[in-house]
């Protein structure tokens, strides 16, 4: 019949790219909009979860270059397409298409990539320039911390894997990148912890009545739930805390 012959799959593949489009660009933000406002936490890490487990892996393979607006776009185009090539090969029992649009389409970001990329030595350029913001803070603020150790710092931080979702900073860093970085309302897509060395004191009482510092602990800082906590110790009913 015509359904089944590559008219009709034709027509049931471009039918399914321009509703994955609709939903990609309007549905999707919108019932993100929705459920974040009622479940903030929940619906962070469910886009995390997608950001990192679904889209990265197709991002840093075929589009390692593209940045903005214009990936967005490729990648809801791929997506799409991934989707419509999948209704195609069900419609006309041909389970060899989706295997084709699979190459088809990685070819398709390659081609994209290496036409509208920018140049491998932007990443470098850029980077330089974050450390460089940073050192001149450093000279600014006056904080307690060597050049060297601004450098190391940031370079393994910039030099994380898309995937990781946990950060360790010094108490020194942080303030740097908070001096730095002022937004009004951060909305953190891919880290969800972050690890502050040394930022929570312990002290006891036990020889005298002047406190004595006993220990210093990291504390995690959970982004999404906006929380923080100190392995190891429970805070609940400290001034700290709140």
């Known amino acids: 019949s015509f359904v089944k012959s590559g008219g009709g799959g ?26 974040h406002r009622f479940f903030p936490a929940p619906t962070k890490w469910m886009r995390q979860f997608c950001n ?24 809801v185009c791929y997506f799409s397409a991934s989707i419509s090539g999948i209704a195609m090969a ?11 649009t699979g190459v088809i389409l990685r070819q ?35 904080v307690d911390m060597t050049v060297d150790r601004l450098r190391f710092e940031a370079n393994k931080m910039l030099d994380l894997p898309y995937n990781s979702d946990v950060l360790m900073l010094s108490r020194e860093m942080l303030l740097l ?30 020889h005298g009545p002047v406190q004595q510092l006993f220990k210093k602990h ?14 190891g110790l429970t805070l609940v009913g400290e001034r700290w805390v709140k």
């Open 90 to 100: 069900c419609l006309t029992l041909d389970p060899g298409m989706v295997p084709l």
């Open 108 to 142: 398709c970001l390659v081609l994209s990539n290496a036409l509208v990329g920018e140049k491998v030595g932007w990443q470098q350029i850029r980077k330089a320039e974050v450390i460089a913001l940073l050192e001149q803070q450093l000279h600014d603020t006056g």
């Open 10 to 35: 034709l027509i049931v593949g471009l039918l399914s790219f321009f509703a994955c489009l609709v939903g990609m660009l309007i549905v999707f933000p919108t019932g993100y909009a929705i459920l």
């Open 52 to 75: 990192t487990v679904i889209v990265d892996p197709i991002r840093f393979s075929g589009l390692p270059t593209v940045y903005g607006n214009v990936e967005s776009a490729l990648l």
């Open 177 to 206: 990148m908070a001096s730095v970085a002022c937004i009004e309302q951060p909305d953190s897509v891919r880290w969800k912890d972050f690890i502050i060395e040394r930022s929570f004191a312990e002290y006891t009482y036990k």
């Open 218 to 231: 990291p504390v995690s800082v959970d982004i999404f739930a906006g929380t923080c906590s100190v392995p």
